[in-house]
């Protein structure tokens, strides 16, 4: 089984200061990593992906995130928010070992004000 | 190049109707994907295929709901009939495997449904 946990539903940052919006996750193989970004009434727009390699990886509009194995964690980062960041999150699993669907978490809805 | 797209964008329609919402994946994609979407229970996997053969249809709420995929640039999700509770976003997404698991699956801009 696999699973992803989004333990806040809302994140609120201030333009420019540093944002994390946190995801842990539980899978039984190797674990690939996603993070999506949904906009108002929009579809989900994929952000970036932990495969292997290097723990921290960069994605689309400055946004980052690292894996962090001990802690079964890909928290996602951005050094400074804009309003325009505000938005919902996604973090999604695939494992390896079970099919090829995502498994997402509940979302977190970052707002960010000026 | 052209994304998932998805039809109806909208649709409002009466309990107990047959509901069809319509998909087309990123050319050359052999993964098919959908999933709903409500304030309640978040994303949820409905089914998805590969190379147009349903794979795991486990997430299908319940014999009201069926999905097909004749060809590999077309897929439907039927509901019949439609019930009140059917209300949510639908998103159909598309990915290429390959010999990569890590593939990336890609979103259409979903079928916002709503039964009344």
């Known amino acids: 089984a696999q699973s992803v946990a989004q333990p806040e539903d809302q994140v609120n940052v201030a333009e420019g200061n540093p944002l994390t919006v946190k995801c842990t996750y539980s899978?039984?193989?190797?674990?690939?990593l996603f993070w999506y970004v949904q906009y108002p009434n929009r579809g989900l727009q994929f952000l970036l992906k932990y495969i292997t390699g290097d723990n921290l990886v960069k994605g689309s509009y400055g946004f980052e995130a690292e894996f962090n194995k001990s802690q079964t964690s890909f928290h996602l980062k951005k050094p400074s928010a804009l309003v325009s960041d505000s938005a919902l999150y996604f973090c999604?699993?695939?494992?390896?070992?079970?099919?090829?669907?995502?498994?997402f978490g509940k979302g977190t809805s970052l707002l960010v004000t000026p | 190049d052209a994304g998932v797209i998805q039809s109806p964008r909208h649709e409002v329609t009466e309990m107990g109707q047959e509901v069809t919402l319509r998909c087309k994946p990123i050319?050359?994609?052999?993964?098919l994907f959908w999933y709903r979407q409500t304030m309640m229970r978040g994303l949820e996997l409905l089914i998805y295929f590969n190379n147009n053969v349903p794979i795991d249809d486990s997430g299908m709420p319940e014999d009201r709901f069926s999905a097909k995929m004749p060809n590999a640039s077309f897929s439907t999700l039927k509901i019949q009939p439609s019930e009140p509770r059917d209300s949510a976003v639908y998103f159909c997404?598309?990915?290429?495997?390959?010999?990569?698991?890590?593939?990336?699956?890609?979103f259409g801009e979903g079928s916002w449904l709503t039964v009344v």
């Open positions: 899978v039984s193989g190797n674990p690939y």
């Open positions: 997404a598309s990915s290429l495997r390959g010999k990569l698991v890590g593939n990336t699956i890609y």
């Open positions: 999604a699993v695939r494992s390896g070992d079970s099919g090829y669907a995502l498994n």
């Open positions: 050319s050359g994609h052999d993964y």
